[in-house]
Nanobody
Framework: QVHLEESGGGLVQTGGSLRLSCTASGSIVSLNMMGWYRQVPEKQRELVATITFTRGTTKYADSVKDRFTISKDNAKKTVYLQMDSLKSEDTAIYYC???????????????WGQGTQVTVSS
């Protein structure tokens, strides 16, 4: 089985920083991409940042460019999201995402973490 374990959420003031971590574990044949999405009750889940585990290509939502940095550790199968200069608009549940090939599967699939709450107070 594949499991994504998230940590690092919490409550911070506007302008503060948080660092999220997510580790993939289980019978993973190939880890292709990992990233972070976020969701609030009134909106669709939206992409925050992604990174490939091959070349390390990154992608960011326009709203977080120059404030958030995504990184990875291939050996640990871990993705990080360094969030700086946080704004109230960043308040959401942040979900770790992975696209990977699991042992026993014929194709790569999407996997999701349980979500971690990030709250930015004004």
């Amino acid at each position: 089985q594949v499991h994504l374990e998230e940590s690092g959420g919490g409550l911070v003031q506007t302008g503060g920083s948080l660092r999220l971590s997510c580790t993939a574990s289980g019978s993973i044949v190939s880890l292709n991409m990992m990233g972070w999405y976020r969701q609030v009750p009134e909106k669709q889940r939206e992409l925050v940042a992604t990174i490939t585990f091959t070349r390390g290509t990154t992608k960011y939502a326009d709203s977080v460019k120059d404030r958030f940095t995504i990184s990875k550790d291939n050996a640990k199968k871990t993705v990080y999201l360094q969030m700086d200069s946080l704004k109230s608009e960043d308040t959401a549940i942040y979900y770790c995402w992975a696209h990977l090939l699991a042992r026993g599967s014929s194709r790569s699939s999407d996997y999701w973490g349980q979500g971690t709450q990030v709250t930015v107070s004004s």
